[in-house]
């Protein structure tokens, strides 16, 4: 089965965009240099976070969890030359090996890392926020919801990844994370603000759109 799934996964990859230069050397390096390579969003999910992007041509993006800035800069190509992403993790040292690599990309200029806490920086973004990427802790995924839901534009967009954990959520016994990604699981699907889909995109994925 294992095989199976590799095979697909590299048969979605020859069929979807390529990655840049960059993003190859940035998911090579990461695999070398980074503990939990796992974590990368890697070439198809990218692709994915891209295309959506595009579609919605964000003015901003809000990234809750940068790790080593794949994702930052796959969503950067949905952004008008006006726009910016900002994205907020706690990890100095990651958050310097991904700013060596947005600092040679062209969004150097439109992508923030910032380090800390999300919870304390989420408040200090006055602006709407028009998507949003979810992809840190995963016991305070339905805080970070709350606390960005009102901040989100009209059809703006919230993409919240490993909702299906390694399929831990529909095994017998879950652990903590397991639950907490459960709760948050049953809490998007059932918000009358947002309309919602999960689909099986490596480790799952759902997108919410919040409702005019």
């Known amino acids: 089965m294992e095989f199976i799934e590799q095979a697909l996964l590299e048969y979605c990859e020859k069929h979807s965009a390529p990655e840049s230069d960059l993003l190859k050397e940035l998911n090579r390096e990461t695999h070398l240099r ?16 891209s295309f959506i992007s595009s579609i919605a041509q ?4 809000l990234e809750i969890g ?26 100095e040292e990651t958050n310097h090996f991904a700013k060596s690599f947005v600092d040679r990309s062209a969004f150097a200029n439109q992508i923030t890392i910032i380090t800390g806490p999300a919870q304390d920086i989420i408040p200090t973004i006055k602006e709407k926020i028009d998507l949003v990427f979810i992809d ?3 016991r305070n995924y339905a805080l970070y919801f709350d606390m960005v839901i009102d901040r989100v534009s009209p059809g ?22 397991t639950k907490a990604i459960m709760a948050f699981n049953e809490k998007v699907a059932s918000d009358p603000r947002v309309s919602s889909v999960m689909v099986p995109v490596r480790d799952g994925l759902t997108m ?5």
């Open 58 to 61: 964000p003015k901003l993006i």
């Open 156 to 177: 703006g967009i919230i993409l919240a990844d490993n909702v299906l954990w390694s399929g831990k959520v529909i095994e017998e016994n879950p652990d903590a994370d």
């Open 136 to 138: 840190a802790d995963k």
């Open 34 to 49: 980074i503990g939990s390579p796992r974590m990368l969003s890697g070439h198809l999910q990218g692709r994915f976070l």
């Open 66 to 91: 940068t790790y080593t800035g794949y994702s930052a800069l796959c969503l950067a190509e949905g952004l008008g030359k006006e726009g910016k992403l900002i994205t907020i993790d706690p990890n």
């Open 208 to 212: 919410l759109r919040k409702k005019s």
